[in-house]
C-alpha cells in the first residue's frame, strides 16, 4: 500500500472552475510537497508546507496534521493548468528515506 | 541562475549494458538526490548526497550507485541495465545544511529519459 494516496487520479474540468486536488498520508511527516509535472517530464515544486495553509497567485496548498491530509486549490483554472499534480512527503525521521511521492493526479481544463 | 541541469537528456541502452546520467545542481546546492519515475508512477527515491557522503539510500538493488564530486555535481551509475529499469530519471537539488539537509525545498532537473531495449 502506497503511504501517499491522491484523489482523484483524473481530473477534467472546464476553464474557470475551481479545483481541489486531495492528499493523504500514513506516516508522521517533517513536510509535505505539492509538485507539478508536464508532458516531458519536468518537475517544478509548488509548495512545502508543514502546518497551516500557503498561497502563490492562484493556487493555495493547506494542510492537517492530525488528520494527515492535504489539499491543493487551484483557483479560476486555465488550459496552461493541465498537468500532473504530484503530492510527496518526507518522514518525521529525517531525510534518509528522501521524499515519497503519490501517484499524481492527472488534470486536464477545457477552454 | 541556471536551474538544474542533467545529461543526457535521452539515451538508449541495451539490456546487460551499463550507463552514467549526470546532473548538475543549483550554484550553492549542497545536496543531491536521485529519483525513478517509471511512466505512469510517481518518482521513487534512489539516493541522497549532501557534502559528497551518501545520506539516504531508497530500495533499488546494488546495481544503482551513485557519488558526489567536489563541485557538488552527481553520477548515477547503473550496471547490467534491465527492461525494467527504463524509466525517467530524475534528480533534485537543494540548499542545505549539515544538520538539517532534508528540511530546505528541492529543485527538479529536466530528467533522462532511459530506454533498454
Known amino acids: 500500500k502506497n503511504e501517499v494516496e491522491q484523489s482523484p487520479q483524473n481530473l477534467t474540468a472546464q476553464e474557470g472552475e475551481f479545483i481541489t486536488i486531495n492528499c493523504s498520508y500514513s506516516?508522521?511527516?517533517?513536510?509535505l510537497h505539492w509538485l507539478q509535472q508536464h508532458p516531458g517530464g519536468g518537475i517544478v515544486s509548488l509548495f512545502m508546507?508543514?502546518?497551516g495553509k500557503k498561497k502563490h497567485g492562484r493556487l493555495i496548498a493547506t494542510i492537517n496534521i492530525q488528520e494527515k491530509h492535504s489539499s491543493l486549490h487551484i483557483t479560476a483554472s486555465h488550459p496552461r493548468d493541465s498537468a500532473v499534480y504530484i503530492c510527496?512527503?518526507?518522514?518525521?525521521?529525517?531525510?534518509?528515506?528522501?521524499?515519497?511521492f503519490g501517484k499524481g493526479t492527472h488534470l486536464i481544463i477545457q477552454p | 541562475d541556471a536551474g538544474v541541469t542533467q545529461s543526457p537528456t535521452h539515451l538508449i541502452k541495451t539490456r546487460g549494458q551499463h550507463v552514467t546520467l549526470r546532473c548538475s545542481p543549483i550554484?550553492?546546492?549542497?545536496?543531491v538526490s536521485w529519483y525513478q519515475q517509471v511512466l505512469g508512477q510517481g518518482p521513487q527515491f534512489i539516493f541522497q548526497?549532501?557534502?559528497?557522503?551518501?545520506?539516504g539510500r531508497g530500495n533499488f538493488p546494488d546495481r544503482f550507485s551513485a557519488r558526489q564530486f567536489p563541485n557538488y555535481s552527481s553520477e548515477l551509475n547503473v550496471n547490467a541495465l534491465l527492461l525494467g529499469d527504463s524509466a525517467l530519471y530524475l534528480c533534485?537539488?537543494?540548499?542545505?545544511?549539515?544538520?538539517?539537509?532534508?528540511?530546505?525545498?528541492?529543485?527538479f532537473g529536466p530528467g533522462t529519459r532511459l530506454t533498454v531495449t
Open positions: 533534485a537539488s537543494s540548499f542545505s545544511d549539515r544538520d538539517y539537509y532534508w528540511i530546505y525545498e528541492q529543485y
Open positions: 506516516v508522521g511527516i517533517s513536510a
Open positions: 508546507l508543514s502546518s
Open positions: 510527496a512527503v518526507r518522514g518525521s525521521g529525517g531525510g534518509a528515506d528522501g521524499l515519497t
Open positions: 550554484s550553492g546546492h549542497k545536496s
Open positions: 548526497y549532501y557534502e559528497k557522503e551518501e545520506r
